[in-house]
């Protein structure tokens, strides 16, 4: 069975640190992992990754995939009060000839001031 | 371009009524997906299309859900009847299938079943 799993569950830190959240998969015919943060609404899209160690980058935000040991990690920099959500981990695999998002239970993210 | 549009936002109904939640999704897109969002589960795939065709509803929970897409620009999850454990977010999410594109979601309905 198709599974992505998130670690940690839940990340209290102060602003000004730096933080390292962690996904790994286990899915047939992966084709893409990506990264979600979400407030209170709809998860909004952070980053998409196909090939392994090529560090996407985008202000504070930083990921990267490892398709051998079949992990990614999210990092932020210099973390805000406005980074606390809860950041998604997803993966895209082929199934029944079409692709489907699997999704982890996701990091809870609190960054205190 | 309109995101994808899902109503109501919000949703209260007494256990043992019928519950509808509709979706747009985005123009051009051919893969849907309804989602189902609890503290306790996460984020769980219920079911999705490409091309308007049931792919995958293994996820649908019971037979009290079902799910429809009639066109490409309209898809309904109902639930008949709804039961409190049935309370979450649902959310609606669509993408170009083979194109390498990310998911995009809909703000979701609430529903909370008394």
């Known amino acids: 069975e198709d599974k992505v799993v998130q670690s940690p569950l839940s990340l209290v830190v102060h602003e000004g640190d730096t933080v390292t959240l962690n996904c790994s998969y286990e899915v047939t015919n992966f084709r893409s992992l990506l990264w979600y943060k979400q407030e209170k609404k709809a998860p909004t899209f952070l980053f998409m990754l196909?090939?392994?160690?090529i560090e996407k980058k985008s202000g504070r935000l930083s990921s990267i995939l490892d398709k051998k040991e079949l992990f990614s990690i999210l990092n932020i920099t210099a973390t805000q009060t406005g980074d606390s959500a809860i950041y998604l981990c997803?993966?895209?695999?082929?199934?029944?000839?079409?692709?489907?998002?699997?999704f982890g239970t996701g990091t809870r993210l609190k960054v205190l001031a | 371009d309109a995101g994808v549009i899902q109503s109501p936002r919000h949703e209260v109904t007494e256990m043992g009524q019928e519950v509808t939640l509709r979706c747009k999704p985005i123009s051009g897109h051919n893969s849907l997906f309804w989602y189902r969002q609890t503290m306790m589960r996460g984020l769980e795939l219920l079911i999705y299309?490409?091309?308007?065709?049931?792919?995958?509803d293994s996820g649908m929970p019971e037979d009290r859900f079902s799910a429809k897409m009639p066109n490409a620009s309209f898809s309904t999850l109902k639930i008949q009847p709804s039961e409190p454990r049935d309370s979450a977010v649902y959310f609606c999410?669509?993408?170009?299938?083979?194109?390498?594109?990310?998911?995009?979601f809909g703000n979701g309905t609430r529903l909370t079943v008394t």
């Open positions: 196909t090939s392994s160690g």
């Open positions: 299309f490409n091309n308007n065709v049931p792919i995958d």
């Open positions: 999410a669509s993408s170009f299938a083979f194109n390498r594109s990310p998911l995009h």
């Open positions: 997803a993966v895209e695999a082929l199934s029944s000839g079409t692709y489907k998002y699997i």
